[in-house]
């Protein structure tokens, strides 16, 4: 497992499944779901930043890192019922929620299913379920390389044995690839290439092309409307999305803003100052704290971590 100074690891069960969750820090609770094709360790960077101030709750999603790849319920309800259902088992009422990505896409339907959990949510590298729709046509083209990993059979054989495909991916989703530092690229590389792992990874993007894209195509979000309060951060060099893109979500949210800024589709491992920056704006460290069971430590190949509860 990697090693990040002052985090712990515990498991918890919850809807039948093992999760993985690190922790770290102390005061109001954030929880961070990770994108594709990441875990907990792609917010490294933040935990110094922010571990002064907040509980920082870290899960492994469903099929991703150490926790358990069940071959079924990687879709967009599933995932969003997973975040639901770790607060529950870690005892937390109401947190703060950050996602990226698919984590972030996840987490919108969290927010629309149990909007009293949330305090607010930051989604990072995403659009929200009320895109624009001729922009959407017009850049659908960006989302290429989903198809190499979607369909069934070839989605799994090239993330089992074609890692240099995966690797790409990560190094073309910064604007500078030099950020990536010795080491973290081979992590999330390897990590989806179990046949478990690379089965949950397609199933992932698969059960999107079955039930989501329909649900957009057709407006289905429009008869939803999102009462948390919710930031988006884009990375003005986002290769998936673009800003066009998030035109006219503020009609269905009651607090929904957008904002473009230097950086490409991981900004958390890029640009990790500013998304700190962000989060201590959005979430006051005054709020009050959620009282949380507390975290069992398993022990790391590595020496262990201070003990930090989350």
């Known amino acids: ?108 339907r969290a927010c629309l299913d149990a909007p009293d959990r949330f305090t607010r949510f930051l989604a990072l590298n995403i659009v929200h379920p009320w895109p624009d729709q001729r922009a959407t046509r017009r850049n659908a083209w960006r989302m290429w390389y989903t198809a190499l990993w979607e369909y069934p059979l070839l989605g799994g054989a090239v993330l089992r044995h074609w890692p240099g495909f995966t690797r790409y991916h990560l190094r073309r989703g910064v604007a500078d690839p030099a950020c990536w530092r010795a080491g973290e690229l081979e992590e999330f590389v390897e990590s989806v290439r179990s046949r478990a792992h690379a089965h949950a990874g397609r199933a992932l993007h698969w059960q999107y092309v079955l039930r989501d894209i329909p649900a957009l195509a057709t407006r289905r979000f429009h008869r939803e409307r999102l009462a948390v309060p919710t930031t988006v951060l884009l990375g003005a060099g986002d ?72």
């Open 1 to 108: 497992m990697p090693w990040v100074d002052g985090v712990e690891h515990r498991f918890v069960e919850a809807r039948g499944i093992r999760f993985h969750v690190a922790g770290a820090g102390e005061g109001p609770p954030l929880l961070f779901a990770h994108g594709f094709p990441q875990h907990w360790y792609a917010w490294r960077h933040l935990v110094p930043l922010l571990a002064d101030r907040y509980r920082l709750v870290m899960p492994d999603m469903r099929g991703a890192g150490w926790s358990d790849a069940p071959y079924r319920g990687h879709g967009t309800r599933d995932r969003a019922a997973d975040i639901l259902a770790v607060m529950d088992a870690l005892g937390l009422d109401r947190v703060g929620l950050v996602g990226h990505e698919w984590g972030a896409w996840a987490g919108f």
């Open 239 to 310: 290769f998936a999305f673009v800003p066009a893109m998030l035109a006219g979500g503020a009609d269905h949210a009651d607090e929904l803003d957008a904002r473009i800024v230097p950086g490409g589709h991981y900004l958390a491992d890029e640009r990790p100052g500013l998304v700190a920056e962000t989060i201590r704006e959005l979430f006051p460290a005054t709020e009050a704290n959620v009282q949380n069971r507390p975290l069992a430590e398993i022990r790391p190949d590595r020496a262990p971590a201070p003990k930090v509860r989350i």
